[in-house]
């Protein structure tokens, strides 16, 4: 079992900045792959960012340029840092963890208005 705690979610002003986090404890695998997806009212939850283990990210068209990812293996934890922020970049934002099973966070609430 892995279990994923998420923080940084908030209220911001359009063109702010927020930093979220994830860590993850319990029986971690070697190899995974963690991530950040995110989910509108009245949409479906979308992808966002994803790292692997071993580094590799992919973040999505959507809020390239604008977001990073990034993780600390040694603390199991990742971070996806979200810069130029825009309304549409509202909504709950949850961790992933893809090992040799998939696991969600609770999620953590993102809202960017004036």
């Known amino acids: 079992q892995v279990q994923l705690v998420e923080s940084g979610g908030g209220l911001v002003q359009p063109g702010g900045s927020l930093r979220l986090s994830c860590t993850a404890s319990?029986?971690?695998?070697?190899?995974?792959?963690m991530g950040w997806f995110r989910q509108a009212p009245g949409n479906q939850r979308e992808w966002v960012a994803i790292?692997?283990?071993?580094?590799?990210?992919n973040i999505a068209e959507t809020v390239k340029g604008r977001f990073t990812i990034s993780r600390d293996n040694g603390k199991n934890t990742v971070y996806l840092q979200m810069n130029s922020l825009k309304p549409e970049d509202t909504g709950v934002y949850y961790c992933?963890?893809?090992?040799?099973?998939?696991?969600w966070g609770q999620g953590t609430q993102v809202t960017v208005s004036s």
């Open positions: 319990g029986t971690i695998d070697s190899i995974d792959v």
């Open positions: 790292i692997t283990s071993g580094g590799s990210a």
């Open positions: 992933n963890y893809v090992g040799k099973r998939n696991y």
